[in-house]
């Protein structure tokens, strides 16, 4: 079946979930190193719509609304034994503007890693107009839904990224479950702004670096992978509505035991 069955499913499915799996176990993302964050997440997006296209004769899957593009072997689900000696961390970037994906993100996520709760999710800034500058109204909505996972103990902490000291310290007073940390892109200042740094002092805010770029993977780019990988498909029809990347680290040790990326994207046949 092959390249010609996942085109087939994907033409019949409205949506698309991937799944990497262990990127540490597998060697996705090894060749270029070091690679940049797009460049990662799309070489492991690539390899796993490749490597699930060629088998999927052999799962004789059929014909399915929600379609689940993952590498069976790669998927490591924690030892629940061993759950407390590991933190678990995620990053999400939604692409579509749709606060509603941070909890079909941090549902997967869970269930694909066989935990109850994330200890700790950070969200990148939703994209935004050209033009248009990011304000608390943009984010509430986002915000407010990070704090009912947070509620529904989906979620130990939240946390922001590339928020200046005035927007941080807006969201700070709004929130009823305020940032625990902000992610600050060193790309675009050397240093840490001193008011930032002075601010998240004062409230207990971790200040932590990126190299993310704005977007880690626009439509077009996610279309063109789709495109390399199963021939023929209708790539433009698939709009990505979030990705999310995370980590799984030893306490003890401080080291990744478990990262991955998890994704998922609608067919827009209009």
């Not at 540490?24 to 490597?51: H, N, Y």
């Not at 004789?60 to 790669?74: D, F, G, K, W």
């Not at 924690?78 to 990053?91: C, G, I, S």
């Not at 939703?126 to 986002?142: A, F, H, V």
């Given at each position: 079946m092959g390249t010609r069955g996942a085109r087939a499913l994907l033409e019949r499915a409205g949506t698309l979930n991937l799944q990497t799996?262990?990127?540490?176990s597998w060697g996705c993302g090894?060749?270029?190193?070091?690679?940049?964050?797009?460049?990662?997440v799309r070489d492991c997006i690539q390899k796993t719509l490749t490597?699930?296209?060629?088998?999927?004769?052999d799962q004789n899957q059929e014909m399915a609304e929600v379609l689940e593009c993952t590498?069976?072997?790669?998927?490591?689900?924690?030892?629940?034994?061993?759950?407390d000696e590991l933190k678990v961390?995620?990053?999400?970037?939604?692409?579509?503007?749709?606060?509603?994906?941070?909890?079909?993100?941090?549902?997967?996520?869970?269930?694909?890693?066989?935990?109850?709760?994330?200890?700790?999710?950070?969200?990148a800034p939703p994209p935004i107009e050209d033009g248009t500058n990011l304000s608390l109204e943009y984010l509430q909505p986002y915000w407010q839904e990070l704090e009912t996972l947070v509620e529904n103990k989906k979620i130990v902490a939240i946390g922001t990224s590339d928020l200046d000291k005035t927007l941080l310290e807006q969201l700070y007073v709004w929130a009823?479950?305020?940032?625990?940390?902000?992610?600050?892109?060193?790309?675009?200042?050397?240093?840490?702004?001193?008011?930032?740094?002075?601010?998240?002092?004062?409230?207990?805010?971790?200040?932590?670096?990126?190299n993310d770029p704005k977007e880690l993977l626009c439509e077009a780019s996610f279309q063109e992978v789709l495109q390399e990988s199963i021939q023929n498909v209708k790539a433009r029809e698939w709009i990505?509505?979030?990705?999310?990347?995370?980590?799984?680290?030893v306490k003890?040790?401080?080291?990744?035991?478990?990262?991955?990326y998890i994704m998922q994207a609608k067919r827009n046949a209009s």
């Amino acid at each position: 079946m092959g390249t010609r069955g996942a085109r087939a499913l994907l033409e019949r499915a409205g949506t698309l979930n991937l799944q990497t799996g262990n990127l540490l176990s597998w060697g996705c993302g090894r060749k270029k190193c070091p690679a940049t964050p797009s460049e990662e997440v799309r070489d492991c997006i690539q390899k796993t719509l490749t490597e699930w296209s060629s088998k999927v004769g052999d799962q004789n899957q059929e014909m399915a609304e929600v379609l689940e593009c993952t590498i069976a072997q790669a998927v490591e689900k924690m030892n629940p034994e061993e759950r407390d000696e590991l933190k678990v961390t995620a990053k999400l970037f939604i692409v579509g503007s749709n606060s509603s994906s941070i909890r079909d993100a941090v549902d997967m996520a869970c269930s694909s890693l066989g935990v109850a709760q994330l200890d700790s999710v950070i969200i990148a800034p939703p994209p935004i107009e050209d033009g248009t500058n990011l304000s608390l109204e943009y984010l509430q909505p986002y915000w407010q839904e990070l704090e009912t996972l947070v509620e529904n103990k989906k979620i130990v902490a939240i946390g922001t990224s590339d928020l200046d000291k005035t927007l941080l310290e807006q969201l700070y007073v709004w929130a009823q479950v305020k940032p625990s940390s902000n992610q600050v892109n060193l790309a675009s200042c050397c240093v840490m702004p001193p008011d930032l740094t002075a601010f998240a002092k004062q409230f207990d805010i971790q200040l932590l670096t990126h190299n993310d770029p704005k977007e880690l993977l626009c439509e077009a780019s996610f279309q063109e992978v789709l495109q390399e990988s199963i021939q023929n498909v209708k790539a433009r029809e698939w709009i990505p509505l979030w990705i999310l990347r995370y980590s799984v680290i030893v306490k003890s040790r401080g080291i990744i035991k478990s990262k991955g990326y998890i994704m998922q994207a609608k067919r827009n046949a209009s």
